[in-house]
């Protein structure tokens, strides 16, 4: 069985974790866990992060409603990273876009390449 | 024009930048730069990353052929994360995979789901 414990966590005790549409490729955001966060992920199926500034669980979309639904945890090569696939409800971002990146160096210059949905 | 000193670095200089293959929107990796690896991937085209390890400049597939070309780098609302959009050629990991991320947590354990290319 899969243990959280065996990832390579920072001096935090953190790893960033990718939030990508399962659907559609997207990449929604990136955000942090730590390992009872990996272990709620996979046992509840809501991912969970950890908020570095609230120094808090943080279940994406529970007050937001923007839930988002583990469909399949991935590790990478040195298991210090992670790529979550996830069923997004509304917008990843909290300014209302479906992902955090939503800004384009494009001729030199930081360009808006996505409105807000919501 | 972007200046990326206006990026927000962790106590170390650097933030995560996860690369993205621009046509199958495939999750290839995450590595890290500092403001002067964001402005040489800029400059070249070449993604350059900051390897931790080595405490060098990285520029990816430097010695492997590997290289991956930038085809856009997008910044997140915090401005604490990058999404580069890039050409890989070959593989991505250092293991001959094309992604990082070939490990799946399914049914409680890990799977490899992604072969060595080259």
Partial sequence: MFDPATLRFDAAGLLPAIAQ??????????????????????ETGRVTYWSRSRRAFWVKGETSGHVQELVEMRLDCDRDCLLVLVRQTG?????GR???FYTAIRD???????????
């Fill in 21 to 42: 549409d399962a659907e559609s490729g997207e990449v929604l955001m990136l955000a942090w866990m730590n390992a009872e966060s990996v272990a709620r992920t996979l």
């Fill in 91 to 95: 917008p990843a971002c909290h300014t």
């Fill in 108 to 118: 030199g210059a930081e360009t808006e390449i996505m409105a807000p949905i919501a």
């Fill in 98 to 100: 479906r992902s955090c």
